[in-house]
Each structure stands twice: as C-alpha cells, then as structure tokens.
C-alpha cells in the first residue's frame, strides 16, 4: 500500500515538474478584466446589465503601507516569504482534484491576482493547475510589489468598484490614499463577500457581518504586529466605520436588484463560481423569471398598498413588508419574485428568498399530509391508525395536549401546569373533522394531530414536500402550526408539491449560464421526485379547495377559477400569509412588519385600519390581484378529484365513516360529540423530537434571516376570513397558529 502511494507521488512530482517547466506567463488577457453580466428573463429578452467599468488603476505607493497590510493580514500575511502558492494547500488541492473531487480554489494573493488577470474564469481542473504553475513561475520572477499592486487592481469590491481607489471612492468618497487603517480593513473585507458586505451601510446582517469580519482584520493585524494591542483596541472603541449610502445604478431598480441577487445565489450554489468572479463579469445569465408576471406581482402589491397602507397619516401602516414567490408547479421553475420596495429604495433583502418569517396555519397541510401517509398513535403502545380528513379531533380552545405515551405534555407557564392549547376565538367546535378544523384554521385539532403522528414523521413530509431543514423550528407543539419560517420561494414549492401530485421539483431561477462562448455545466432543469403518492397530494388539495369554498379563505374566490389555498396568520398578528395555487401556478405572499434598519418582528395590529391582521385579507388580496393577471388567457383547468380513502378514526379509534370526495362541510358543531359530516383526506411525513411547552404568547418571532425582514409566529382560527376595518376594537391575545 506505501508502495503504491509512493509511487502515486512521484507520479505527481514528474508530472508536476514537467508542467512546471513548460508554463510560461502570458499576456494579461483582456477577457479577464472587468466586463458586464447580461441577465435575460425567460423570453431570451434582455432584463439588465449589471455592471460597468468602474476602474482606475493606482501605483502601491498610493496606497497607505498600514492598508496594505489590512488586505496581506486579512488574505495572505506570508505574501512576502511565500513562494506564490501555500504549498501544503496546493498539494492538497492537486491530490482532491486528481482523485475526482471538485476543483479547489487558491488563497494566496499571488493566485488570486493571477486568476484576475490572466486566466479565465473557467472551473476546469486545467485552469487550476494553470493557475498554480504561473503563480509559481510570477512568484519567482515578479516583484512581489508588484504581485500586490496588481491584485489591489483587479480585485472586485462589490458596488460595481473594480480596484481599490474605486473602492475607496464608493465606499467612503476618498481617494485610496486617504484611506484609514479602519476604513482598509473594511474594504480588505469586502473582497471576500462583496455581494453582501456593499450593503453593510443599511443592511443589518451585512452590517453585522461587516463588523466581525472589520473586527478579524484588526486582529490579525495585531497578531502579525503591524499595529500595537493598543492601536488595534483604540480602532475598536472608535466604531465600524461604516460606508458611505451606495446608489445602485438604474438597472437595478424595482425588482430587478432582487431577481439579480436570487440568480447571482442560484449560480453560487450550483457552481463553484464566486462572488470574485461573478464580479469581473463576461457572463450571459438566462433566467426563468416572465417579464409580465414579475410587472403583475409588483403591480399587485402597489394596489394593495394605496389601497389600504397611508405610513404618513397612520404610524401602524409604516415598515410593513411584503414578500412573494410565484412558481410553475410543473417544473419549479420560479417566474416571479416581489422582494420589497426595491434596491434604490434602500432595500436590499430580498423578502421572497429570505427566512425568518413564520408561517403559521398554512403549516397544517403538511402534518394532515404526514397524517394521511403515516397514520396516528392514538392508544398508547398500539400501532398507528389510518386518518383521513373525516377524522375527529376535540377543536375546543384550552384543551390539554397528549402525547403519543398519552401524557400530558407539561407547561411550566400555566398555572396547571401542562400545556393548554388555544385557539384564536372560544368556539366550541367540539369533536370536529380534520377537513372542517383546516377550513375555519382551528389549531387544537392540528397540534394533537401532531403528536399523535409524530415530529419525525411530520418534518420528514415537510422536507420531503421542499421545505429546508434549517428553517424548521421543533422547540414546542406550536411547530404543527406554524413556528417555522421557511423563505416565500420555498412555501410556495411544498404547495407546488400538492399541486403536482405529490412531485416535488427543487425551485430554480438560471437555465442557462454562458461565459466566453462556452455553456456552464450545472444548470440542468432539476428533476422531480415522488414526495408522496398522487392519493395524498390530491386529497390535501381538496381539503384545500374546501379552505376557499367554505372558510378563511374565501376572499381568493374573486379568482374565478378553481382555487386550493391556505391562509396563516401569526402570535401578536407579526405576519400573514396566503398561499395558493391553480393547476397551472402556485404562488406564496407573506406580509409583515419590520424596520429594515433594525432587525425585530413587529405587531400588525391597526395595519391598514385593521385591529385583526390575518392572512385572508391584504395578503389574499394581493394573491388574487397577482393571478388574475398572470393567468388572463389561459384556459381554466380543473383539479384531478379527490380520492376515495375509506375509513378513518377519530380521537379514541372509533371508525370515522368513509368519506365522500363531494360532501360539503358542516356548521361547527354544538356538543363535543356533535356530528360532522365526513369529507376526504391527505397524507404527510415529518421529525421528532420531544417538545417543550410553548409560551401562551408570541414564542415564535424571529429575526430574518439571509439580511432581511421575515419573521412571525402562529395564531388560532379566525372565522370571519374578512374583518371589516376598524381602528377601535382592541384585538384579543392571539395564541399560535391561524388563518
């Protein structure tokens, strides 16, 4: 075994040497140094060029010494002794390559000015070692002042700066000579994450990461000792400096920022390209976003807003956001995206791709759905039992939660303490169907249902279906309703998931990706896989349909066509959503409320005159304006029927009767044991883990995430989908999941 790797090494070693000494250093090729991107939407036409030259190259000695150390302590602080590459590194990155695995990228400074300056942008294991044979070549025969000058040159720093005295001058209206140590650690940081960091002035999770990333550079320049414990501590105490206001240019305006910024992330994740090299430009990015509908969605929000937003007359109307994400669920292709107000507005997440913002009852088709796959454990140590929509459950407000064990799930807040769930309002539904339970949003029903199917298997259906794992939340019971707070694109894609027969397509925004005549590998259309059988989607859709028929719903009738859709509204009214779908679309809005500038889920209470904000009204409104457009012409299609599930048990495993796939659902019942009439079912998958108590308030507010405002919670059933709007009823404690 030692003799063959031996001989795999010296291998290497010949091979490497040859190569060594046949490279030569070429000309600077111009096809390296700064170019436009060209984005086209799904027509093949033109939607923005981003990017300009933005360039003028200076001498080092411009360039303060101190500065010029930010960038050696925060990259490559052995630059001046290092033979051009980090040896040990290489050999690491020539060995991963050679034995298969994905080309490895270079650290030092002389890799990186050689890679943008000389070099295309090509991930080829070829460029690679290219890249590796002239940095050693540059490395023995350049100066390394040099090296240095022409990386601060070619470096791209994000804000269309290519170079640092661009960076300097969009950054902080000064020339690269005037640099600060400080104000240079902050630009030596932005080249690794320029994307990001040029929003560090206004953005609060560019901001934060700006600063630590600020924050290392001054250490390690301590660290090297090119500044004293002391000067690093007085930059400290002096604050982030941070950057000027940035004005993108007028291509970027509206929606246009966003759609760039989801592509720019789709093509980072699916490829080993970075922000660097996006940067330099020279790519033709093709997108599947449709010009008319993205124009619709905006459109939609805009009316929705003068229709019942006034910030200036009414202090609940200001810093109320919205994100939405329209799919064709046939594929997973994303046609629109409404991302915020927009980037010359000074808004630079993008609400539809962020998380943050919980999701409350529109959870609840995927634990009916994990229900209907799994079944339910509801006896102790016996199997689970078949559920299907017809199924009963207690919909009373303040019962006690039972485990699968039949234990009563504790609640140190409660004075009993065990945990007593609520509703939105005190109805007493009674023992209630599933069906009828997901039409008025009840929660009791959905949260025992929960237990009783199980975490593991819930979360497995919700990954299954499209959702991310990282943006579920399993700390209390409140996760069957809506304490998770995946991204709008990705809510919209599980409901793609029902709306396809139970196949669920990965969402994607890049078809195609060209640069230097050449096509990129990677942007395959994604395939689908069978997130659960055709029986469970297309009974969730049902139950769905009934949502808009007969209960929160119903304000998504104006549609004109048929409609399967789930409105969630959260603890504290802190968000709203509608998500909704037709044969040929599906599309997610989620509305909340958060001051971009400083990260924290807001109340929604008073928004728009409103004492209650739920997810029936401004958000089902801006759904509908949405399809309306977005389908005008295309034939009305319907959904394929229910199907027949038999029967179903309720609570106690009394045989429920078999459901009929046309029964309309009943008035809420008198009596606990009041008769429902039966209707069809789903099925779903999911995780587990033992849960604690949730708070009886708002427990599931929290700060977006990917820089942006999405947040919320979960709240009960509201049974009248349309409030009239009132600026004097107080509203009542709302206590997780909703409409």
Same mark, same amino acid.
């Given at each position: 075994?030692?003799?063959?790797?031996?001989?795999?090494?010296?291998?290497?070693?010949?091979?490497?040497?040859?190569?060594?000494?046949?490279?030569?250093?070429?000309?600077?090729?111009?096809?390296?140094?700064?170019?436009?991107?060209?984005?086209?939407?799904?027509?093949?036409?033109?939607?923005?060029?981003?990017?300009?030259?933005?360039?003028?190259?200076?001498?080092?000695?411009?360039?303060?010494?101190?500065?010029?150390?930010?960038?050696?302590?925060?990259?490559?602080?052995?630059?001046?002794?290092?033979?051009?590459?980090?040896?040990?590194?290489?050999?690491?990155?020539?060995?991963?390559?050679?034995?298969?695995?994905?080309?490895?990228?270079?650290?030092?400074?002389?890799?990186?000015?050689?890679?943008?300056?000389?070099?295309?942008?090509?991930?080829?294991?070829?460029?690679?070692?290219?890249?590796?044979?002239?940095?050693?070549?540059?490395?023995?025969?350049?100066?390394?002042?040099?090296?240095?000058?022409?990386?601060?040159?070619?470096?791209?720093?994000?804000?269309?700066?290519?170079?640092?005295?661009?960076?300097?001058?969009?950054?902080?209206?000064?020339?690269?000579?005037?640099?600060?140590?400080?104000?240079?650690?902050?630009?030596?940081?932005?080249?690794?994450?320029?994307?990001?960091?040029?929003?560090?002035?206004? %953005?609060?999770?560019?901001?934060?990461?700006?600063?630590?990333?600020?924050?290392?550079?001054?250490?390690?320049?301590?660290?090297?000792?090119?500044?004293?414990?002391?000067?690093?501590?007085?930059?400290?105490?002096?604050?982030?400096?941070?950057?000027?206001?940035?004005?993108?240019?007028?291509?970027?305006?509206?929606?246009?920022?966003?759609?760039?910024?989801?592509?720019?992330?789709?093509?980072?994740?699916?490829?080993?390209?970075? %922000?660097?090299?996006?940067?330099?430009?020279?790519?033709?990015?093709?997108?599947?976003?449709?010009?008319?509908?993205?124009?619709?969605?905006?459109?939609?929000?805009?009316?929705?807003?003068?229709?019942?937003?006034?910030?200036?007359?009414?202090?609940?109307?200001?810093?109320?956001?919205?994100?939405?994400?329209?799919?064709?669920?046939?594929?997973?292709?994303?046609?629109?995206?409404?991302?915020?107000?927009?980037?010359?507005?000074?808004?630079?997440?993008?609400?539809?791709?962020?998380?943050?913002?919980?999701?409350?009852?529109?959870?609840?088709?995927?634990?009916?759905?994990?229900?209907?796959?799994?079944?339910?454990? &509801?006896?102790?140590?016996?199997?689970?039992?078949?559920?299907?929509?017809?199924?009963?459950?207690?919909? %009373?407000?303040?019962?006690?939660?039972?485990?699968?064990?039949?234990?009563?799930?504790?609640?140190?807040?409660?004075?009993?303490?065990?945990?007593?769930?609520?509703?939105?309002?005190?109805?007493?539904?009674?023992?209630?169907?599933?069906?009828?339970?997901?039409?008025?949003?009840?929660?009791?029903?959905?949260?025992?249902?929960?237990?009783?199917?199980?975490?593991?298997?819930?979360?497995?259906?919700?990954?299954?279906?499209?959702?991310?794992?990282?943006? &579920?939340?399993?700390?209390? /019971?409140?996760?069957?309703?809506?304490?998770?707070?995946?991204?709008?694109?990705?809510?919209?894609?599980?409901?793609?998931?029902?709306?396809?027969?139970?196949?669920?397509?990965?969402?994607?925004?890049?078809?195609?990706?060209?640069?230097?005549?050449?096509?990129?590998?990677?942007?395959?259309?994604?395939?689908?896989?069978?997130?659960?059988?055709?029986?469970?989607?297309?009974?969730?859709? %049902?139950?769905?349909?009934?949502?808009?028929?007969?209960?929160?719903?119903?304000?998504?009738?104006?549609?004109?066509?048929?409609?399967?859709?789930?409105?969630?509204?959260?603890?504290?009214?802190?968000?709203?959503?509608?998500?909704?779908?037709? /044969?040929? &679309?599906?599309?997610?809005?989620?509305?909340?409320?958060?001051?971009?500038?400083?990260?924290?889920?807001?109340?929604?209470?008073?928004?728009?005159?409103?004492?209650?904000?739920?997810?029936?009204?401004?958000?089902?409104?801006?759904?509908?304006?949405?399809?309306?457009?977005?389908?005008?012409? &295309?034939?009305?299609?319907?959904?394929?029927?229910?199907?027949?599930?038999?029967?179903?048990?309720?609570?106690?495993?009394?045989?429920?009767?078999?459901?009929?796939?046309?029964?309309?659902?009943?008035?809420?019942?008198?009596?606990?044991?009041?008769?429902?009439?039966?209707?069809?079912?789903?099925?779903?998958?999911?995780?587990?883990?033992?849960?604690?108590?949730?708070?009886?308030?708002?427990?599931?507010?929290?700060?977006?995430?990917?820089?942006?405002?999405?947040?919320?919670?979960?709240?009960?059933?509201?049974?009248?989908?349309?409030?009239?709007?009132?600026?004097?009823?107080?509203?009542?404690?709302?206590?997780?999941?909703?409409?």
């Amino acid at each position: 075994m030692s003799g063959t790797f031996l001989l795999f090494v010296g291998g290497l070693l010949g091979l490497f040497g040859y190569a060594y000494a046949t490279t030569t250093i070429p000309s600077a090729n111009p096809s390296t140094q700064a170019q436009s991107n060209t984005f086209y939407w799904s027509d093949g036409s033109v939607m923005t060029t981003q990017g300009s030259t933005n360039r003028q190259n200076v001498d080092l000695a411009q360039v303060p010494k101190l500065v010029q150390w930010d960038f050696l302590a925060a990259e490559n602080a052995t630059f001046y002794s290092d033979p051009g590459v980090d040896m040990q590194g290489m050999l690491r990155a020539v060995y991963h390559m050679a034995m298969g695995g994905e080309v490895q990228s270079g650290s030092t400074i002389t890799q990186q000015f050689v890679k943008n300056t000389y070099l295309s942008q090509d991930q080829s294991v070829t460029r690679k070692l290219r890249e590796i044979m002239i940095s050693l070549k540059i490395g023995g025969q350049m100066p390394k002042q040099q090296i240095l000058q022409g990386y601060l040159n070619t470096c791209y720093y994000g804000r269309d700066a290519y170079g640092i005295e661009a960076a300097a001058r969009t950054y902080y209206h000064v020339h690269a000579s005037q640099l600060t140590v400080s104000q240079g650690a902050f630009i030596a940081a932005a080249v690794n994450e320029p994307s990001l960091l040029m929003h560090a002035d206004t %953005d609060p999770k560019a901001k934060a990461q700006a600063k630590a990333r600020w924050t290392y550079v001054l250490d390690r320049m301590a660290r090297i000792h090119k500044i004293t414990d002391a000067q690093e501590q007085q930059y400290l105490a002096a604050g982030f400096p941070t950057p000027k206001p940035y004005t993108p240019s007028a291509g970027m305006a509206g929606q246009t920022g966003y759609l760039v910024q989801a592509a720019e992330k789709y093509i980072e994740a699916h490829t080993s390209l970075t %922000d660097q090299q996006l940067g330099h430009g020279g790519y033709q990015i093709y997108t599947t976003f449709e010009k008319k509908k993205v124009s619709a969605l905006s459109t939609s929000v805009a009316a929705m807003e003068r229709k019942h937003l006034d910030p200036q007359h009414r202090s609940a109307d200001k810093d109320v956001q919205v994100g939405a994400a329209s799919i064709d669920p046939s594929t997973g292709a994303i046609v629109a995206l409404y991302g915020g107000p927009g980037w010359n507005k000074g808004h630079w997440t993008d609400n539809a791709d962020a998380t943050g913002v919980p999701v409350g009852s529109t959870f609840k088709p995927l634990d009916l759905a994990a229900a209907l796959d799994h079944g339910a454990v &509801l006896s102790p140590g016996q199997p689970a039992s078949p559920i299907t929509p017809a199924s009963k459950f207690d919909g %009373d407000d303040g019962i006690t939660i039972k485990n699968q064990q039949g234990q009563e799930l504790p609640d140190p807040k409660d004075p009993t303490g065990l945990l007593h769930q609520r509703n939105d309002v005190s109805t007493k539904w009674g023992y209630i169907t599933l069906r009828k339970a997901m039409e008025q949003s009840v929660n009791t029903p959905y949260v025992q249902l929960g237990e009783y199917v199980g975490y593991d298997n819930v979360e497995g259906e919700a990954l299954k279906a499209g959702l991310l794992r990282a943006s &579920l939340q399993y700390d209390t /019971p409140g996760f069957y309703i809506g304490t998770s707070t995946p991204s709008a694109i990705r809510m919209a894609d599980a409901y793609a998931t029902f709306d396809d027969g139970g196949i669920q397509h990965d969402p994607y925004s890049v078809t195609k990706v060209v640069a230097d005549g050449r096509q990129l590998p990677g942007f395959d259309k994604p395939k689908g896989t069978t997130a659960m059988p055709a029986s469970t989607a297309d009974t969730v859709t %049902d139950v769905l349909r009934g949502v808009v028929e007969h209960g929160t719903g119903t304000n998504a009738r104006a549609l004109g066509r048929p409609v399967a859709g789930k409105t969630g509204t959260t603890d504290d009214y802190k968000s709203a959503w509608f998500i909704g779908y037709t /044969p040929q &679309l599906t599309t997610a809005v989620s509305m909340f409320k958060e001051d971009p500038k400083n990260a924290g889920l807001q109340s929604m209470q008073g928004v728009g005159g409103y004492a209650k904000v739920f997810g029936a009204d401004m958000p089902t409104e801006i759904w509908t304006g949405y399809m309306t457009a977005a389908l005008r012409g &295309l034939p009305v299609q319907q959904f394929p029927p229910a199907p027949q599930l038999g029967q179903g048990t309720d609570e106690y495993g009394a045989p429920s009767p078999t459901p009929s796939a046309t029964a309309a659902p009943s008035t809420p019942p008198a009596t606990p044991t009041a008769p429902t009439t039966p209707t069809p079912t789903t099925k779903c998958r999911g995780h587990g883990k033992r849960c604690v108590s949730p708070s009886p308030t708002d427990t599931a507010g929290t700060t977006a995430g990917t820089g942006g405002g999405l947040l919320g919670g979960t709240t009960g059933g509201n049974t009248s989908p349309s409030p009239t709007p009132t600026t004097s009823t107080p509203a009542p404690t709302r206590v997780r999941g909703g409409p």
